[in-house]
């Protein structure tokens, strides 16, 4: 159990430059730091959080991280990953609009039917995250019409949800959000169980902006404690839980920045999931790859195999080995890039750590997707809402797939089945500004959510 003087006793103030003026949890802090205050999101709640997750984490049985650590090592496996079709009502909307299609009920039934019906798909995905709309819809063009969650069982493809809400600005830092959900956490997970789900995800951002001195420390705190309580909470359901910081791809910083974010976000969130002792073989971390800032200047940019070094690098530093996969969110790349880079990921994993050490083969996690975008815009721009598209567009669902299964073993060599010619998949402030509502669950209203003020210069999507 973690009580609260050992958690202010172990905290640490930071000495990177990119987080020293911003406000923190710690009391301990330099004094020059603004201290966050009490609120949903402040000190008071990331002890709760903490605490909470601790309780849940000591009453997990034998038994019951027996069977947490089968599902995640079906999930991490050789040739397998994750296609990520969790959208909420509003993000999903804003790429069916985009492409010309309502954003209604059946549209999105329609729309996730076509990704989930190819019959190759168990042979390259291991799961699929759906959003809670989803889980409880029909394959109408299945013989059986089976509910979702039964049609991907069925070819060997576990069913996980998105359990988070979507995004909150911090009121002590507007620029950075927290993620919404916890208030009905558990009865939604028990639910999601029922219905077949077999994991869960719940995604926590992280902004860089030099300038404004983002992330600050207590950002990254907050969204890691509550990434513990979640996955305690999860694990107490039977439920697998992805844990997702992912640092924005939004700005102009160097991948060097990048890389220094992710390994100080990484190092929080591993820090506090060991504080509340959540059972670490029974999860799944789902970072983003290390590259510049979408604005950062196009002139002397990094070569993709720089940008597989540097992730590697953090997550070889930051990362325990207990965690049996690592899935990577594609996060505005081209479909072609993220798996072009996943492919090299995977190739480097496979060669010695350092010249140094040349025996330090091996990684000790599955290095493997769990896209969103990079595993669906050509689907959508094949469907176009038709349903002559079907067949069509369902098989560029299962090429895409398998073109990151083979970026999984370090194997592909293309070509690409993307039909959108090197399109730009990048979207600013997803799950939050209009998008905020990401609901689905009881717990907290999705109309009339919190208006959030988007970085000057973005608009909100
Ligand atoms: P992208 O692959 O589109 O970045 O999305 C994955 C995801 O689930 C982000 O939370």
Known sequence: MVDRRTILRCQISSSSPVFTRGPTMSTASPSSAPQ????????????????????????????????L??????????????????????????????????NDEETRRAYREVLFSH??????????????????????????????PALLQSKGVLPGVKVDLGLEPLEYSARETHTKGMNDLMERCQEFYAQGARFAKWRAVIRIDEAANLPTRACMQIN?????????TCQACGLVPIVEPEILIEGAHSAE???????????????????AKVFLEGTL???????????????GRPRPEEAARRTLEALRRRVPPAVPGVVFLSGGQTEEQATQNLNLINQLA??????????????????????????QASVLATWDGKDKNYEKAMEVAGALAKANAQAQLGEYQGPHPSVLKGQSLHETNRGWGANAGEGGGKGESTAGATATVPPSGETAA
């Open 285 to 299: 971390l789902k970072p983003q790859m290390i590259m510049p800032g979408v604005d950062s200047p196009s002139e």
């Open 36 to 67: 966050a205050p009490a609120s949903s999101h402040g000190l008071e709640a990331y002890h709760l959080h903490l605490m909470e997750a601790a309780k849940l984490a000591a009453q997990l049985t034998q038994h019951q991280k027996n069977a």
């Open 350 to 375: 496979k060669r010695p750590a350092s010249p140094f050490r040349p025996s330090s083969t091996t990684c000790p996690w599955i290095l493997s997707f769990s896209f969103g975008r990079s595993l």
């Open 257 to 275: 920045t990048f890389a220094r974010v992710t390994e100080a976000a990484l190092s929080e969130v591993y820090y506090t999931l060991a504080q």
């Open 119 to 148: 019959p190759d798909l168990g042979e390259y995905l291991s799961g699929a995250i759906l959003f809670s709309e989803t889980l409880g819809q029909k394959a109408v063009k299945d013989a059986e019409g089976r509910l979702f």
């Open 224 to 232: 890691s404690a509550e990434l513990a309580r979640y996955a305690a």
């Open 69 to 102: 650590e089968t599902i995640a090592n079906q999930m991490a496996r050789p040739g397998r990953g994750l296609l990520a079709a969790d959208e909420s009502v509003p993000t999903l909307g804003k790429r069916l609009v985009a492409a010309g299609l309502v």
